[in-house]
């Protein structure tokens, strides 16, 4: 038996607050207290450096690469050229790859993402011949399906998408964070999985914040000492609806109407940002982006303030999360670890995976009505009501979403691993 001992995280980036970066920050945290060494991969990474290896066009964001989308979807057809181009720069990362493993003694890897949705093909191309080619124990981690994006479904890809995301390799043992993802990579694909959640460390409760903090922040956002601190935790891409939540601030009547986002646009253009303003613009609610102020630690230096995201939740009054389609729901776990109260659209992972477990939310389906507005309102003047309430969560989630859950999971797949390793 093989002994794994260095595990090397492979993603397109790990940076920032997005999704998958908070996932993989949460998988190593379990990883290093069980005295497993964590080294990463990435065309961008905030991690130590002495653990990290920057490979540039492994970013969705590299201007080859965005190239290369642009050929590659909303196209049934692509020439010669874009063909060449792949094989190219996937050979270019599969020696990277080489480069990685060798670089930190790799004995496992674990893939987030990468193999999944095709932000970059020439990585996931790169990493399925690198495993094939060394029958390299591998975790594919899989967030987002390609298959569940509208916008990747017309391409020139068929080929790649088939080979690469993801590759059914003996080596390959995949992971999935909701069972409808589990379900759906069965069918298509034949492939078996485990399904773990996405997870938050509910075993130790947030510190309570400074009221100066709240106090900056509130004045950012452009809210009086007696506004309500209503919050919209992610980015303003189409898929989270955020329209609902303008409507839900509407509904509410409120002296100072306002909706604070924390997040940015990201990778899916500023075109929908625009629609969500002009639409807020007629309803009278004003849009507060805040994401220039939010980053991975506090820093309170004159001129550099930034907060955390945790630091904006406790600041925060209720909680908007009108998603359409989530893969799991990051900004529900979070609220719920703030505990805060969140109106909640009942999107399809939610109500599998989520609402049996007996959550006391504000739900609503597809649209918003008074009734649940007024219901939110109401709690929100009730301390009691309000603290049984987020307490009740709390320990729903601790018991079915902590970080203990992904340990007693992801350490017994490590094991399976282990074994099969010759």
């Known amino acids: 038996m093989k002994k794994i001992k260095n595990i090397g995280f492979v993603s397109t980036r790990i940076a920032g607050t997005d999704g998958v970066s908070l996932e993989i920050e949460k998988w190593a945290h379990v990883l290093e207290r069980n005295n497993y060494n964590c080294f990463y991969f990435a065309g961008e990474c905030d991690r130590d450096p002495n653990v990290s290896f920057i490979a540039p066009l492994a970013h969705f964001q590299h201007p080859e690469i965005k ?23 996937k050979e ?29 093909i020439p990585l996931g191309l790169a990493l399925t ?68 959640p996405n997870v938050y460390n509910f075993a130790e409760p947030p510190k309570p914040i ?9 004045q950012i956002a452009g809210l009086r000492e007696d506004d309500l601190f209503v919050l919209q935790p992610t980015r303003i891409v189409p898929r989270k609806w955020i329209e609902r939540a303008v409507e839900i601030v509407y509904m509410m009547k409120l002296k100072n109407p306002k909706l604070i986002i924390s997040h940015a646009s990201g990778d899916e253009g500023d075109i ?23 980053g991975t630690e506090r820093c309170r230096e004159v001129g550099k303030k930034k907060y955390t995201i945790g630091d904006i939740y406790q600041c925060a009054d209720i909680i908007t999360y009108p998603s359409g389609y989530e893969g799991f729901g990051n900004a529900f776990l979070e609220t719920i670890y703030f505990k805060k109260p969140i109106i909640v659209n009942r999107y ?47 320990n729903i989630a601790l018991k079915h979403f902590s970080y203990e859950v992904l340990e007693r999971k992801l350490l017994n797949i490590i094991k399976i691993v282990e074994s099969e390793c010759i």
């Open 67 to 89: 190239e290369l989308n642009s050929k590659l979807f909303g196209t049934r057809k692509r020439d010669h050229e874009t063909s060449l181009k792949v094989s190219e720069l």
């Open 92 to 120: 270019y990362l599969k020696i990277r790859l080489y480069d990685f493993v060798n670089k930190y003694d790799i004995h496992l890897l674990i893939t987030e993402n990468a193999l999944t949705i095709p932000m970059n």
């Open 129 to 196: 011949e690198f495993i094939a080619e060394t029958c390299f124990p591998t975790i594919a981690h899989h967030h987002d399906f390609y298959w569940e994006r509208d916008r990747f479904l017309v391409n020139a890809a068929k080929d790649y998408l088939d080979r690469g995301f993801p590759p059914d390799l003996k080596s390959i043992t995949h992971v999935v964070i909701n069972s409808i993802a589990s379900e759906q990579l069965s069918l298509r694909k034949g492939i078996s999985n485990f399904v773990i």
């Open 210 to 218: 400074d009221p100066k903090i709240c106090s900056e922040i509130r």
């Open 272 to 294: 929908y940002y625009e629609r969500v303003k002009n639409y807020a613009k007629l309803l009278g609610v004003e849009i507060v982006g805040i994401d220039d102020y939010i």
């Open 348 to 394: 399809s992972i939610f109500i599998t995976d989520i609402e049996p477990f007996g959550f006391d939310v504000f739900k609503f389906d597809g649209f918003v009505t008074e009734k649940i507005v007024d219901e939110a309102l109401k709690v929100l003047s009730d301390k009691h009501r309000l603290n049984e309430m987020v307490e009740k969560n709390y």
